[in-house]
């Protein structure tokens, strides 16, 4: 989806995206390469949020193939996937431990400095407001090593400085050759963009 000189990261072919067994997309081809920025866009219902499932393995494919070329990615949805009963620190631990990555409790702190929550690091996510919540998520992908980012609404309940904060951790992520996918409403406005209009399909 970006100059064809970059190396492909992940390649999706002739995937069949459903929901309850009616079909949203057909054949739905992709080549994400470093350092791309695709925003999949399109309104409720139209499948986005379902593909990046696909994408993340949440849902099988039942038709096509998603080929990561062994390169690591992490997800964050709409709902992060964090335990209300543990701190902000102990879910974000979980989150690389599960992922199979050894990251040190110091990257970790550094990764909850950057978005505002360090002072919070031994709150439970339950007492979180939703724009912490979302936050404490988007920290993980600073703590795991991972190519590729797939966010689905990432700007939901963020306000301007979180916005403006994840705008800088996509630039930075895409300079080091990393891409990032996302399922949104409203666009980045980053540069360098690819749009994957659902509606059009």
Not at 9 to 32: M, Q, S
Not at 48 to 70: F, V, W
Not at 151 to 159: A, G, M, N, R
Request: aromatic residues 4%; contains cysteine.
């Amino acid at each position: 989806m970006t100059d064809s000189s970059e190396p492909v990261l992940l390649t999706v072919a002739g995937l069949l995206v459903e929901v309850a067994e009616r079909p949203l997309l057909t054949d739905f081809n992709l080549k994400v390469e470093e350092s791309a920025l695709i925003e999949i866009k399109g309104p409720n219902g139209s499948g986005k949020t379902t593909l990046l499932r696909y994408l993340a393995g949440i849902r099988r494919a039942h038709k096509g193939s998603i080929d990561y070329r062994d390169h690591d990615f992490a997800y964050v949805g709409q709902k992060p996937g964090l335990n209300a009963s543990l701190t902000v620190f102990e879910n974000l631990k979980w989150l690389t431990r599960n992922a199979d990555q050894d990251i040190s409790d110091s990257n970790l702190l550094l990764a909850l400095s950057d978005l505002g929550l360090k002072s919070m690091r031994d709150t439970p996510v339950g007492a979180l407001s939703a724009g912490q919540v979302k936050r404490c998520g988007l920290a993980s992908l600073l703590a795991l090593n991972a190519k590729i980012w797939l966010l689905d609404e990432p700007l939901t309940s963020l306000d301007e400085a979180a916005i403006s904060w994840l705008k800088v951790a996509i630039t930075s992520h895409r300079a080091a050759r990393g891409a990032t996918i996302l399922a949104t409403h409203a666009g980045l406005g980053l540069p360098d963009t690819t749009t994957i209009d659902l509606n059009a399909s």
